[in-house]
C-alpha cells in the first residue's frame, strides 16, 4: 500500500550525528521516490542547533509525530529513543519494518 505516511526511527546521538542524519534523510528519499511520505525526526536536529531543548522535548515532540503515521521504519544501530518509539509504535498497532525492503514486501518485524 503506497501513500502511508513512514515514520523513520533510527540512531541520532549514538555515533556519528551526521550521520545518522544523513541515513535517514537517504531512507526518506528511497521512500519518496516509490511512493512513501516519510517523516524524519532527525531533522528537529537543525532546529536545536538554533533553538536548543532537552532529550525529553525531543522525545516528546517525535512521539507526536509518530502518531500521525502509519507505520514506522527501524533504521539499524543502538538507540534509547528510536527504541522508545518502537515500542510505542506496537502499542498503537502500527506495523514495524527493519528495512524499507521489509515495508515493501509488507514484512513488519513481528512476523
Known amino acids: 500500500m503506497k501513500s502511508k505516511r513512514v515514520y523513520i526511527a533510527g540512531p541520532y546521538s549514538t ?3 551526521a550521520q545518522n542524519v544523513r541515513n535517514a534523510i537517504l531512507a526518506a528519499d528511497r ?23 532537552n532529550w525529553g522535548f ?6 507526536h509525530w509518530l502518531e500521525a503515521c502509519d507505520c514506522l521504519l527501524r533504521l539499524p544501530g543502538k ?3 528510536a527504541d522508545r518509539e518502537v515500542e510505542r509504535a506496537y502499542q498503537l498497532g502500527m506495523s514495524v519494518y527493519a528495512s524499507i525492503e521489509s515495508l ?6 513481528l512476523e
Do not use: A, N
Request: charged share 15%; glycine share 10%; proline share 7%.
Open 79 to 81: 538507540s534509547i529513543g
Open 31 to 53: 521512500l519518496t521516490k516509490i511512493g512513501y511520505v516519510p517523516f524524519i525526526p532527525h531533522l528537529s536536529h537543525f532546529w536545536h542547533l538554533i533553538c536548543p531543548h
Open 15 to 17: 555515533g556519528d550525528v
Open 58 to 63: 525531543w522525545i516528546e515532540q517525535d512521539i
Open 104 to 109: 515493501i514486501d509488507g514484512r513488519s518485524m
